[in-house]
T-cell receptor
Framework: GDSVTQMEGPVTLSEEAFLTINCTYT??????LFWYVQYPGEGLQLLLK?????DKGSNKGFEATYRKETTSFHLEKGSVQVSDSAVYFC????????????FGAGTQVVVTP | DVKVTQSSRYLVKRTGEKVFLECVQD?????MFWYRQDPGLGLRLIYF???????EKGDIPEGYSVSREKKERFSLILESASTNQTSMYLC????????????FGPGTRLTVL
């Protein structure tokens, strides 16, 4: 079945450091790919998405590119802030589903001043 | 602004009790979802509903049931709560065909003693 694998955390960084969170997937068909973020004490919110190969999603300084050849959707940010401390989830929606999301395990990111 | 609300942020129940978790969305969305979130496992889909009175099992439906009598409300029911159902429960909603973003509520942290 479809699955998402993302790097384990926690990832601890200093403010202004470069952040990469790896995400790879297995899926049949042509899934859409997502990054969701969960700030402390809150529900998940969509950070960015890409719906086809080579698409780049971007938001709030974060970027991720849909790479079909490597089945990856790595999240990057060039200069993190303390406010980026959160749990980040990579997810996919199979192209022929009811829109169900398949999530990775989540990666906790801690940014220190 | 998009809004998904859940009836309780924190809930403590005893083994064997019947538990109701309520979710309400104000976006007139057709699709609603219940997930549970556990450390290291990400989010796993319990049930979803694509229309009033319609429901489909997700990946882990055992021990749960759902009810959707009105479009805006989706209830998760634990018929006889057990300690292994201690978890964070997240509700989400999504629009109809052609939309792929799910909007999440803040979550209910349920503890079963």
């Amino acid at each position: 079945g479809d699955s998402v694998t993302q790097m384990e955390g926690p990832v601890t960084l200093s403010e202004e450091a470069f952040l990469t969170i790896n995400c790879t997937y297995t899926a049949t068909g042509y899934p859409s790919l997502f990054w969701y973020v969960q700030y402390p004490g809150e529900g998940l919110q969509l950070l960015l998405k890409a719906t086809k190969a080579d698409d780049k999603g971007s938001n709030k300084g974060f970027e991720a590119t849909y790479r079909k050849e490597t089945t990856s959707f790595h999240l990057e940010k060039g200069s993190v802030q303390v406010s980026d401390s959160a749990v980040y989830f990579c997810a996919l929606t199979p192209g022929d589903s009811w829109g169900k999301l398949q999530f990775g395990a989540g990666t906790q990111v801690v940014v220190t001043p | 602004d998009v809004k998904v609300t859940q009836s309780s942020r924190y809930l403590v129940k005893r083994t064997g009790e019947k538990v109701f978790l309520e979710c309400v969305q104000d976006m007139d969305h057709e699709n609603m979802f219940w997930y549970r979130q556990d450390p290291g496992l990400g989010l796993r889909l319990i049930y979803f509903s694509y229309d009033v009175k319609m429901k489909e099992k997700g990946d882990i439906p055992e021990g749960y049931s759902v009810s959707r009598e009105k479009k805006e409300r989706f209830s998760l029911i634990l018929e006889s709560a057990s300690t292994n159902q201690t978890s964070m429960y997240l509700c989400a909603s999504r629009g109809g065909l052609g939309t792929d973003t799910q909007y999440f509520g803040p979550g209910t942290r349920l503890t079963v003693l």
